[in-house]
């Protein structure tokens, strides 16, 4: 497999559920990123990680938590969400952090909140 | 704050009919300035980047222009499989990328 996969494409939970997002690289790169989309908004930045060190948290309920065991795998684990979290969530990659480089996206998990 | 606004928000073109979309943006220190493209239900797809005011960049129709405060995307003779969703989106201080809103694109036949 090329580029970025995420898992599952999509995922309709409870508010009380607990689920996990998962994205896997296989470009070699060493920074990987969660943004939210939103209907009508633009992609807001999550989290970033650069070298399995997390370097942002744009000011994300703690409702998301993020880990990165290795440069190429990251997970979103999702706990007592909300209606209005209810978004696309796309995972990128990028050679490392910095916002001189492109970052390379997966097609994003699609989740409801019921 | 980095900010970033695309427009207009949506355009609709006949086939061959050539037009450009804005990106307007302000940032401190600017480190890359990035075109994505978008199509329903898949991830924004890259195309271009560019670092410094005076810089272009082509592939096939499309043609990316920066200055120091905005950036076009210019299409030429736009064929209906140039419908899209087109991103832009800057790179600053930080390591995540600030995005727009994006142009909804729709080329008729």
């Known amino acids: 497999e090329t580029g970025v996969t995420q898992t599952p494409r999509h995922l309709v939970m409870g508010m009380t559920n607990k689920k996990s997002l998962k994205c896997e690289q296989h470009?070699?790169?060493?920074?990987m990123y969660w943004y939210k989309q939103s209907a009508k908004k633009p992609l807001e930045l999550m989290f970033v990680?650069?070298?399995?060190?997390?370097?942002e948290n744009n000011s994300v309920p703690s409702r998301f938590s993020p880990e990165c065991p290795n440069s190429s795998h990251l997970f979103l684990h999702l706990h007592t969400l909300q209606p209005e979290d209810s978004a696309l969530y796309l995972c990128?990659?990028?050679?490392?952090?910095?916002?001189?480089?492109?970052?390379?996206f997966g097609d994003g998990t699609r989740l409801s909140i019921l | 704050e980095d900010q970033v606004t695309q427009s207009p928000e949506a355009l609709r073109l006949q086939e061959g009919e050539s037009s450009s979309l804005n990106c307007s943006y302000t940032?401190?220190?600017?480190?890359?300035l990035f075109w994505y493209r978008q199509d329903p239900g898949k991830g924004p797809e890259f195309l271009f980047t560019?670092?410094?005011a005076g810089e272009e960049k082509e592939k096939e129709r499309l043609k990316a222009t920066l200055t120091k405060k905005e950036s076009f995307l210019h299409i030429t003779a736009p064929k209906p499989e140039d419908s899209a969703t087109y991103l832009c989106?800057?790179?600053?201080?930080?390591?995540?990328?600030?995005f727009g809103k994006g142009t909804h694109l729709i080329i008729q036949p």
């Open positions: 990128a990659s990028s050679p490392t952090g910095g916002g001189d480089q492109p970052q390379h």
């Open positions: 470009l070699g790169h060493n920074a």
């Open positions: 990680y650069n070298f399995k060190e997390q370097t």
């Open positions: 940032v401190s220190g600017l480190r890359g």
């Open positions: 560019l670092y410094s």
């Open positions: 989106a800057v790179g600053g201080g930080a390591d995540g990328l600030t």
